[in-house]
């Protein structure tokens, strides 16, 4: 975790001798990239170099309670209680800011909702927690805006991408990557019989654009025709947009709006944050000391939630938590379910590196 801190209070610092270059000051999109980069990482880097000034300055106070002079070893010691006291509740502040990694207080994702095995009732249940997602973004006063989608002829979705942006969105949302499982009666059953569908959900970071950097020469551009449902033509112009990324294969397509520039935008917005994810991947593979735990894992293969219709239920395997509130939960109100998982985590955290206090 200290390593964590370290890495993020030295970016933070490189920001602040960014935001006075002339260079920067001089372009107006860098300036602007780099002054939300620098504001997502103030209130972790300004509590990080508080926690030091304390541990510093509780070293020195250590020295001076050592000393000859009976009256100052008496000061000291009452000042040293007091800072180990102030040291503990910045330690703690540092625990919560720290939740959910090194990317925990990025105020902008994407996520992509896939439909998984079950076909058509799949791609409905793809759409069901699309709405589960966006009621509860407004709920929480966010910005929610698809980047992309694919429907399907009963009105769900093959896949969706969204981006998320507001306080706190990375931090909650992380928990939702994963495998979720469905269990209910579906539209096209005539029989009642409940079936079991599933469908994938992954959460990535957005990174500003100076922290990835992709040049035109980094990506092939594909222009083509958008179409929607059965192959049926938008438009006949070739609006829509495919990027292949070079150096990782990633591929991403965006034809949700008339405008090819529009698309060019979205998708590159998607291939920056797929690449970012891939880096940051490899970098926590290297980490030996890396949690373990498996909220926030982001293994998008687990099955991490089950939402059986008939008994109304939603179950979160990770945690062993289970709430017969279904019907709230999908109309929104996930607040119940994003705590336990942030509590749970909480905890895992504060018994691994409680002792770094």
């Known amino acids: 975790m200290r390593d964590l801190l370290e890495e993020k209070l030295a970016r933070f610092t490189e920001l602040e001798q960014q935001l006075v270059d002339p260079e920067v000051l001089s372009n107006s999109s860098r300036l602007a990239s780099v002054a939300r980069e620098h504001g997502s990482l103030a209130k972790l880097a300004t509590k990080y ?108 979705f093959k896949e969706i991408f969204l981006g998320v942006s507001g306080e706190g969105v990375f931090r909650e949302l992380q928990y939702e990557s994963g495998g979720h499982r469905v269990q209910r009666v579906p539209q096209t059953e005539t029989q009642g019989r409940v079936h079991t569908s599933a469908a994938t959900v992954a959460v990535m970071a957005e990174p500003e654009d100076v922290e990835v950097n992709l040049k035109p020469d980094d990506y092939r551009i594909d222009k083509f025709n958008a179409s929607g449902p059965g192959g049926q033509h938008v438009n006949k112009t070739e609006s829509a947009i495919r990027l292949t990324h070079y150096e990782t294969g990633t591929v991403v397509q965006c034809q949700d709006e008339k405008s090819q520039h529009k698309n060019l935008a979205k998708a590159l917005r998607v291939l920056k944050t797929r690449v970012y994810e891939a880096k940051r991947q490899e970098e926590d593979k290297k980490r030996a000391d890396e949690r373990k735990t498996l909220v926030g894992s982001g293994d998008r293969s687990q099955r991490i939630r089950t939402y059986n219709f008939p008994e109304n239920r939603v179950t979160d395997h990770r945690i062993g938590l289970t709430i017969y509130k279904l019907d709230q939960i999908l109309a929104g109100d996930m607040q119940v379910v994003t705590d336990a998982l942030i509590d749970y985590d909480r905890q895992q955290l504060r018994d691994s590196f409680g002792a770094d206090g």
């Open 49 to 156: 170099r508080r926690f030091k000034e304390l541990n510093n300055e509780i070293v020195e106070t250590r020295e001076m309670a050592t000393g000859d002079d009976p009256d100052m070893r008496e000061l000291a010691q009452a000042e040293l209680t007091e800072l180990v006291e102030q040291r503990e509740v910045s330690w703690n502040e540092l625990l919560e800011l720290t939740l959910g990694g090194a990317d925990a207080n990025r105020t902008r994702c994407v996520m992509e909702i896939r439909a998984g095995t079950g076909g058509d009732e799949a791609a409905l249940f793809a759409r069901d927690l699309y709405e589960m997602y966006k009621h509860h973004a407004e709920t929480k006063r966010w910005k929610i805006e698809i980047l992309d989608h694919s429907a399907t002829e009963l009105g769900g």
